[in-house]
């Protein structure tokens, strides 16, 4: 199984500024996956980030609001833009690329946007 | 595209007795199924698959899940649920390109 881990844990932001989440996963992965967990609800998928192209984004999701890199095979960030408190979420990460393997999630960011 | 639905938001069970969370999914082609737990202020933690072979697939902490072709259903169970399995529970679904898609989840309550 792969270990993801997520930068930072949790924070408190302000409205209208920007936060960048890292993802780290211990093994090289073909994809990366961005989810958001709203208070109480189910996991939504933001976004699919590959090595060395755009990230493909999720209806309701757009670039300039969450863009993302992915610049290597074990490495993620996703930013959080101009940001509300409608953002306020658990942003998590995961990889994957293999159709026989489940999917292992981080311990997710924890964001307040006050 | 791929879906599951969870039509229960609540499950209560009282501790000792047998415990089933349902799903039901629509998909085209050969199903790749998952039932992932999420403890209070944890992680997404992986307890089971699918993915082909026998269709009932244990897993961790004592779970498993039976596959049902015909009723399109991948139930979780338990045999003799504990307060500690009190969680919310996701069915999840693989779609080709390796996304995964989340059921709304399952608040499950036990009892003591």
């Known amino acids: 199984s792969a270990v993801i881990s997520q930068k930072p844990s949790r924070d408190i932001c302000q409205r209208g500024t920007s936060l960048t989440i890292q993802c780290q996963v211990d093994?090289?992965?073909?994809?990366m996956f961005w989810y958001r967990q709203q208070p109480g609800q189910s996991l939504t998928l933001i976004a699919t980030a590959n090595q060395g192209s755009e990230a493909t984004y999720e209806s309701g999701f757009v670039i300039d609001k969450f863009p993302i890199s992915r610049p290597n095979l074990t490495f993620s960030t996703l930013t959080v833009s101009n940001m509300s408190p409608e953002d306020s979420s658990i942003y998590l990460c995961?990889?994957?690329?293999?159709?026989?393997?489940?999917?292992?999630f981080g311990p997710g960011t924890r964001l307040t946007v006050l | 595209a791929q879906s599951v639905a969870q039509p229960e938001d609540q499950v209560n069970v009282a501790e000792g007795n047998p415990l089933t969370v349902k799903c039901t999914y629509s998909?085209?082609?050969?199903?790749?199924l998952f039932w992932y737990v999420q403890y209070p202020n944890r992680g997404l933690q992986f307890l089971l698959k699918?993915?082909?072979?026998?269709?009932l697939v244990k897993g961790s902490y004592g779970f498993e899940a039976e596959f049902n072709k015909s009723q399109t259903s991948f139930h979780l169970k338990k045999p003799s649920a504990l307060v500690s399995d009190s969680a919310l529970y996701f069915c999840?679904?693989?779609?080709?390109?390796?996304?995964?898609?989340f059921g709304k989840g399952t608040r499950l309550h036990i009892l003591p």
């Open positions: 699918y993915i082909t072979g026998d269709n």
């Open positions: 999840a679904v693989r779609e080709k390109d390796d996304k995964i898609i």
């Open positions: 093994s090289q992965v073909t994809m």
């Open positions: 998909v085209s082609g050969n199903p790749y």
């Open positions: 995961t990889g994957g690329g293999d159709a026989y393997n489940e999917q292992f």
